[in-house]
């Protein structure tokens, strides 16, 4: 099956004709020793160059590896690499999979900015070492394309969500689908705040997914509410302010979320999902929280 979505009147299938894909028993991290606001390439950044606590990031960091470390799975870490403040944000820079036959695989990204180009070689090194096969999209007819900032799998299927817009480009998911043999339900992003599709829509289990609905074209709320029976809408301060949707649920019950998102959370327990909250203030000056702090892996 290969084919990319972009309205609901063209959803030909049900959940249940995709594949499955074992959720992830694994969390690759980047160590946040070189994170900083060194530049602005999202609107986050602004008025925030130099403005990062270190000694607070690291503290912040530590403790989401700790949760997820609490939660049963296995922390991968990496060092982070001087001149790459932004490699910290490790969803970013790789798209990985599993196949049908238990063989590991992983898309590298083509970063938008500049800035970011230098930390997908690093990422793939490392991809290398854990056996991953490495695959590439064609750069000369894909300009960018950023990984799970954008590519969000659904739980336990081989189902992509892709956002595009600002960070990566529908030609990269027409590319994607076709190398994987896997449909693609392309969301258009409308705010350059919410500049991945990660910041915006977040995936719980097969059934429920929190999003933050202003990001979004019609079109791309009606794919949302077409494949979700639940959908938890963030409010605009806590999407924008507090990061509230660039939260992760690993394992279809446990969320681990940026602290003080009171609305969201509730929503959440009374969803029956149990909530973890951890403060990632100083990640959330560069535009990234608890989703980009992290790439799940098998």
């Known amino acids: 099956m290969t084919k990319i979505y972009t ?18 028993s694994n969390v ?10 060194e530049y602005v390439i999202n609107p986050h950044m602004k008025n925030q160059i130099g403005q990062v606590d270190k000694m607070q990031a690291q503290n912040e960091w530590d403790h989401l590896q700790d949760g997820f ?19 910290v944000f490790c969803a970013n820079q790789s798209l990985p999979f599993i196949d049908s036959d238990g063989t590991k695989k992983v898309i590298m990204s ?11 070689e690093v990422i793939e090194t490392w ?17 960018d394309f950023e990984g799970m900032g954008d590519a969000i799998w659904h739980f336990k299927r081989k189902l992509l969500w892709g956002g595009y817009g600002f960070r990566s480009s529908i030609s990269a998911y027409e590319q994607i689908s076709e190398m994987l043999d896997t449909p693609i339900i392309a969301l258009e992003l409308v705010d350059d705040k919410y500049y ?9 289990n097969e059934k429920n997914v929190l999003i933050y609905p202003d990001a979004f074209t019609e079109n791309g709320l009606e794919l949302i509410n077409h494949m979700f029976e639940n959908v938890i809408e963030a409010t605009s301060y806590e999407a924008e302010k507090m990061f509230a949707v660039n939260a992760t649920c690993p394992d279809g019950k446990n969320v681990l979320i940026q602290q003080g998102c009171t609305d969201v959370n509730q929503k959440l327990r ?10 990632t203030y100083e990640f959330i000056k560069s535009g990234g929280s608890v989703f980009c702090m992290k790439m799940m892996l098998w």
């Open 7 to 24: 309205s609901a009147s063209q959803i030909d299938f049900s959940l249940t004709d995709i594949p499955s894909m074992p959720a992830p």
């Open 28 to 37: 690759m991290m980047v160590k946040p020793t070189y994170f900083d606001v």
């Open 69 to 87: 470390e609490e939660l049963g799975f296995d922390v991968h870490v990496i060092d982070g690499v001087k001149g790459l403040p932004d490699m």
């Open 110 to 120: 083509i970063m938008h900015a500049p800035q970011r180009k230098k930390e997908v």
């Open 127 to 143: 991809y290398k070492t854990r056996g991953y096969e490495i695959l590439h999209l064609d750069s000369s007819k894909v300009n």
């Open 196 to 204: 991945h599709l990660d910041t915006c829509f977040c995936v719980l």
């Open 270 to 279: 009374d969803a029956k999902f149990s909530v973890h909250e951890y403060s």
